[in-house]
């Protein structure tokens, strides 16, 4: 292996946008099983939203690499890999670390990317992706026909979920602010608007309630999201961003959440509740990998052939990722803000 030094942005700890710091790193050789990939793309997720404030549930001590997925290109393998994988376009799920010019990466968590697809449009789907086919089709199981109430459905999962009930020939309800009612509109959701009554407006267009919630808001809205359930319905609850400038533990609200469930789930109400966490499975790790390689290889499948359309909301260069983080966190983009290789001299 020739010596490869990457450029990396640094979270150094609880930081506004602009604390984050760019470095170089000469990068290690790579061992078995291993490969090196050139980042292509990298997406800014609430995930590092709330990791600056120190508020994810699972993120390592200060100082790290943020960077939760990504996509790139393999440009060398280590011992025990195929020589089939150089130069191929692969997507992994990091966590960490994705915010790079190159990363070292274990061969087994590389999945490819179809050659058509756009690196920045294609890393819109990698945790967006795998975390909308999950919910739909691995926990709530939401069948043709069934309907389903997706809160914040021009974000990044939410617009990736809409548009996967809809290929599913399942009729879509999606909350978003008044002036993002359009987009959500042309996704193929009927659009409420999030800060009237919510539960008044998804009742209103359906009376018997839905099939399935998806809620990544989690506080106290979380009980309207169950009783918006038809008998038999299954409400998934996937994040806490109501709580994201909260003081204290940030482990509380993620708990008391999961308790919140539990006890739905103990009483006899004909309704089902989920928590959902991308990272549940990794106890088996073959299963896991494989579940991923399925999920998002028919999510970029769906992509490649039209189905699915990329929301972009910005690409900008790795060295100005304080500058993504800033506008991911304004609220004021629709889709997702994708960090992209600065310009080469």
């Known amino acids: 292996m020739s010596t490869t030094t990457a450029v990396e942005i640094v979270l150094p700890g609880q930081v506004a946008p602009e604390g984050l710091?760019?470095?170089?790193?000469?990068?290690?050789?790579?061992?078995?099983?291993?490969?090196?990939?050139?980042?292509?793309?990298?997406?800014?997720?609430?995930?590092?939203?709330?990791?600056?404030?120190?508020?994810?549930?699972?993120?390592?001590?200060?100082?790290?690499?943020?960077?939760?997925?990504?996509?790139?290109?393999?440009?060398?393998?280590?011992?025990?890999?195929?020589?089939?994988?150089?130069?191929?376009?692969?997507?992994?799920?990091?966590?960490?670390?994705?915010?790079?010019?190159?990363?070292?990466?274990?061969?087994?968590?590389?999945?490819?990317?179809?050659?058509?697809?756009?690196?920045?449009?294609?890393?819109?789907?990698?945790?967006?992706?795998?975390?909308?086919?999950?919910?739909?089709?691995?926990i709530a199981k939401v069948e043709r026909g069934q309907t389903i109430f997706v809160h914040g459905a021009n974000g990044g999962v939410g617009s990736t979920l809409v548009q996967l009930a809809r290929a599913a020939g399942i009729r879509v309800i999606g909350s978003a602010s008044a002036r993002n009612a359009e987009v959500v509109e042309a996704l193929g959701a009927s659009p409420i608007d999030y800060r009237g009554d919510v539960a008044q407006q998804v009742r209103a267009l359906a009376p018997q309630g839905v099939?399935?919630?998806?809620?990544?808001?989690?506080?106290?809205?979380?009980?309207?999201?169950?009783?918006?359930?038809?008998?038999?319905?299954?409400?998934?609850?996937?994040?806490?961003?109501?709580?994201?400038?909260?003081?204290?533990?940030?482990?509380?609200p993620v708990l008391k959440l999961f308790g919140q469930l539990m006890l739905w789930n103990a009483l006899p109400n004909k309704r089902n509740a989920h928590f959902y966490n991308i990272w549940a499975g990794k106890r088996n790790l073959t299963r896991f990998r494989n579940h991923l390689a399925e999920d998002l290889g028919k999510v970029l499948d769906l992509a490649a052939n039209g189905t699915l359309r990329a929301q972009v909301a910005a690409r900008i260069p790795l060295s100005q990722a304080a500058e993504a983080l800033a506008l991911a966190e304004s609220g004021t983009v629709t889709g997702k803000v994708v960090i992209v290789p600065d310009p080469q001299p």
């Open 21 to 138: 710091q760019v470095t170089q790193r000469q990068l290690p050789a790579l061992g078995p099983g291993q490969a090196l990939v050139r980042v292509e793309a990298s997406g800014v997720s609430f995930a590092e939203q709330q990791m600056r404030r120190g508020k994810y549930y699972d993120q390592p001590a200060f100082p790290f690499v943020p960077g939760y997925d990504l996509v790139g290109t393999v440009t060398e393998i280590g011992p025990a890999v195929d020589r089939a994988l150089i130069g191929r376009r692969v997507a992994a799920l990091t966590k960490i670390g994705g915010w790079s010019s190159h990363i070292v990466l274990d061969a087994a968590d590389l999945i490819a990317v179809p050659s058509a697809l756009d690196p920045a449009e294609a890393e819109t789907f990698v945790v967006n992706g795998i975390t909308a086919w999950q919910l739909l089709h691995r």
């Open 211 to 252: 099939d399935a919630v998806f809620d990544h808001v989690g506080g106290p809205g979380i009980v309207d999201s169950f009783e918006l359930l038809a008998p038999h319905g299954t409400l998934v609850a996937y994040g806490t961003a109501s709580t994201k400038n909260d003081e204290g533990n940030s482990r509380l």
